[in-house]
């Protein structure tokens, strides 16, 4: 599973997503989209962690939170149609 990590700062960048879900587990990848003509952070991450128990309580524990002034969405992502 992947966690889908929406509303995110554009000024966050990988090293901070490892240290906030580095709390949670060991982390899988880490993946955050950039525009390809600014190349500005989207505003989204996805986030894998190595055991879904501990993704799930990524999820349920950030899900709502405020980080860097913003506050975070954070859901099982879909896979890609």
Avoid: C
């Avoid at 090293?15 to 993946?31: A, H, N, Q, T």
């Avoid at 996805?46 to 950030?62: C, K, M, P, Y």
């Amino acid at each position: 599973m992947t966690i889908y990590v929406g509303n995110l700062s554009y000024k966050a960048t990988e090293d901070d997503l490892k240290e906030v879900f580095g709390e949670y587990g060991s982390i899988k990848r880490i993946v955050v989209p950039t525009d390809r003509e600014t190349g500005r952070v989207r505003g989204f991450a996805f986030v894998e962690l190595t055991e879904s128990a501990q993704e799930d309580n990524a999820i349920s524990e950030l899900d709502g939170a405020e980080w860097m002034g913003r506050q975070l969405r954070l859901n099982k992502a879909k896979p890609k149609e």
